[in-house]
């Protein structure tokens, strides 16, 4: 669905000064089409929330939502689960509005994982025949419902960008595909950091992405974690990350 400006709807630009107006506070929006996280909010960092105000992520949708779903959404960013009520109608709406969109379109997959160095598709069948052996389909062949096995690929290098930041992996429920950071296609790589990260993404697969009772989006749930903890080379991996990441890419 794309969003059609009529007078009752808002452009991106209206509808973070709406908000910012509701919210007393900035703002920043950015409007996606993303079904499976249609609303992630953070408090800007290193200053007053009157200042710094909100990053907003919101599906497009929310462009023509009703007046009352931008009150609800200012009540949720001030107070979080104690606009409780609000809450719940924000909740009640969004599940209502992602149900009026088209079925998505399948998308032909450009997949690229053989790499200079490392070889995703490899490492993924083997954590598939290894450490996540009867979570997937196929392996080994069962009768039980399991997961559809993720596409897997590396991602687009960006160019001339300073890394301060780096996502190392994603995993997009919509196409069911894994994302490796091409940086980590590099020899100074250890595999076994690789098969770390290609693992943490596959667990997303199996563990989804929950609300908690403020309907704040949990990315990495409890069971989530203690799987990810029961990874071999865990420790390494961390530690790995925090001592030469940065310094080799």
């Known amino acids: 669905m794309s969003a ?10 209206s509808l973070s000064a709406h908000l910012s107006h509701l919210l007393g506070a900035p703002v920043h929006l950015e409007v996606r089409r993303d079904r499976s996280v249609p609303v992630q909010a953070r408090a800007m960092r290193f200053l007053p929330f009157a200042r710094g105000g909100v ?4 599906h497009e949708l929310f462009l023509s939502a009703p007046p009352t779903v931008h009150q609800d959404m200012a009540a ?10 609000s809450c719940q109608r924000l909740d009640h709406w969004i599940q209502g509005a992602l149900q009026t ?3 998505l379109q399948p998308r032909r997959l450009r997949l690229q994982h053989q790499g200079r160095v490392h070889d995703l598709q490899a490492i993924q069948l083997e954590l598939l025949g290894s450490e996540l052996a009867h979570a997937f389909e196929g392996f080994p062949q069962t009768s039980e419902p399991r997961h559809p096995i993720p596409h897997i690929t590396w991602g687009r290098a960006g160019r001339g960008k300073k890394v301060r930041s780096i996502r190392l992996g994603s995993y997009n429920t919509e196409n069911n595909l894994v994302r490796i950071h091409p940086r980590l296609d590099q020899p100074a790589v250890p595999e076994r950091f690789v098969r770390y990260i290609v693992f943490h993404e596959l667990l997303h697969a199996i563990y989804p992405s929950q609300k908690d009772r403020s309907g704040r989006w949990i990315h990495h749930t409890p069971k989530f974690k203690a799987r990810e903890r029961q990874f071999p080379d865990y420790a390494f991996a961390l530690e790995w990350e925090k001592s030469t990441l940065f310094r080799v890419i």
């Open 76 to 85: 949720w960013l001030k107070v979080g689960k104690r606009a409780k009520a």
């Open 55 to 58: 990053e907003l992520k919101v």
């Open 4 to 13: 059609t400006h009529t007078p009752e709807s808002h452009t991106p630009e």
């Open 101 to 103: 969109l088209p079925p």
